[in-house]
């Protein structure tokens, strides 16, 4: 499966003034850590369904988060999306409606599966019938860059949220 593979580096060095309480930084930076991401993965989701008019549902499976030791990662698919995500394919005599968006010359089959996908025939050979899909790569990869610069203040922001959180409770 194709993914978006950018690596991302967070400015910690605010962590060194706090350096006398070593257990609770860990706790703190690594739920920031994991709230960040979160985060990461809720803003981009919901602009890229406003960008191309798509149901965050149908986005859930392309952005995941894992959770690794110190680590929290998100991975984010972007793969073509199939038009049949994008709402009910209604057949007509011209080719198919899904959502807003009108593709000619399509039509609605479920060859193989359990919903009714939506195709096209590129000639008139027999294995030219295609899945109708949309491409997201593009916007998927610029909706994340956009979020890249605000990546450490929000993970500052979860950090302090997280450490008072820890030393209210410890008190």
Known sequence: MTSLNTNMELDTRFLARLSYLPDELAKAAKQAMIKTNRWLRAASMADLGYELSIDSKAMTT???????GGMSK?????????VHRLGKPVQNGKGVQVGSRFYDDA??????????LVFRRESKGRGSIKLVSLEISEETEEIIDSYLPDLNRKFEEFFHREFQFILSGTQ
């Open 62 to 68: 392309r952005f995941r988060t894992y959770k690794n």
């Open 107 to 116: 039509f609605i089959s479920p060859m193989d599966s359990d919903q009714l």
């Open 74 to 82: 998100l991975w984010v698919g972007v793969r073509s999306l199939g």
